[in-house]
Structure formats: C-alpha cells, structure tokens
C-alpha cells in the first residue's frame, strides 16, 4: 500500500466521525450552522483549534509524547494577561497584549521541549509537572473572574475571528512542510 493511502486510511475514521457528528448537529440545531451563527461558532472553536495547535509539535515530534499542559497554559496566558497588563500596566492595547501572550506561550513550549528532549523526561511527566505549575500560579494570580473583556478582544470572538484562524492555518500549513510532520 501506497504511503499516500496509508495516511488517508488512518484519516478516514476521523472523517466519518466528523460527518456523523456534524450531522447530527445540524439535525438536533439547524440555526446553529445558518451564516448568522458562523462568527460565534468561530469564536467559541478557535481557542480549542489554538489549543490542538499548540499541541501539535509534541505529538508530531514522534516520540510518542503529548502536551497535557495547553489547557492550563491558556488559563494562565490569560490571568497573566488580565492581572499584569490590564490591571497593574494598565495597557490595554493588542498590539502589546497579543504578542506578550504569544511570547508567554512560546517560552512554556520552549520549557516542555528542553525537558522532553534534552533533559530526556517522558513528554507526558514534563508537561503534568508544568500543568501543576501553571494551575498553582494562575490560582495564585487571579483567583477569581475579573471584569469583561475590551472590545477589541470580543471582536476577536465575534466576526474577526476568521483572523486568528487563519494564522493558525497558515502555520499548520508550515508545519505540513516539515520533516515532523510525516
């Protein structure tokens, strides 16, 4: 068997599953996918869409591993956020905000890969040892809800959310082209 189809067969299951639960979406909510809904729909799927990518090189490094920290990474991006710049800094702008939370991101990742494959500690030990961190810290920063959001992030969860979105598909996109991927 072709490699191509190789892939395509192990995809294949994961496709019915999609149809058969979209379907039964559309039948149990049809006003859930009429145009009027899809910027919700978008802005309620992108941080899970965002946490599956961010997911990604664990999984796609072949090793066996997962992240099991994503979840706790993006309460804690997000305390970080609303307690640090909001309230304490008093910025306010996404053009600060945005690549803070990012470079947050990015240094968590960064931590999970030296101990998966330098320091040689089992993805899946790494990553609870960060989940437990980041849930202490993030319970320690903001222990309860603050406030709404500002307007330019509910744009973000709204209509706009098509932007966020397709970043992440361009950097799948990217991904698709490296070594890891296959």
């Known amino acids: 068997m072709s490699p191509t189809l190789r892939k395509l067969r192990g995809v294949g299951f994961a496709v019915v599953m999609l149809v058969v639960l979209l379907v039964l979406n ?26 599956a990518v961010a997911s990604a090189p664990v999984i796609l490094a072949g090793r066996g591993g997962i992240d099991i920290s994503v979840g706790p990474l993006m309460g804690f991006v997000n305390a970080l956020v609303i307690q640090l710049l909001f309230l304490n800094l008093g910025m306010s ?52 809800p603050i406030g709404p959001a500002p307007d330019w992030l509910k744009a973000m969860a709204g209509p706009l959310s098509i932007v966020p979105l397709a970043l992440i598909g361009l950097c799948w996109f990217l991904v698709r082209r490296t070594p890891y991927y296959d």
């Open 26 to 51: 559309v039948a149990l909510n049809p006003a859930r996918f009429q145009p009027s809904s899809w910027g919700t729909l978008l802005g309620l799927a992108a941080p899970l869409i965002g946490a």
């Open 93 to 144: 702008s996404p053009w600060i905000i945005v690549p803070a939370a990012l470079l947050v991101g990015a240094v968590v990742g960064a931590a999970n890969g030296v101990l998966a494959t330098i320091v040689r500690i089992q993805p899946i030990v790494a990553t609870l040892g960060t989940y437990l961190i980041l849930t202490g810290v993030t319970l320690t920063i903001l222990p309860a």
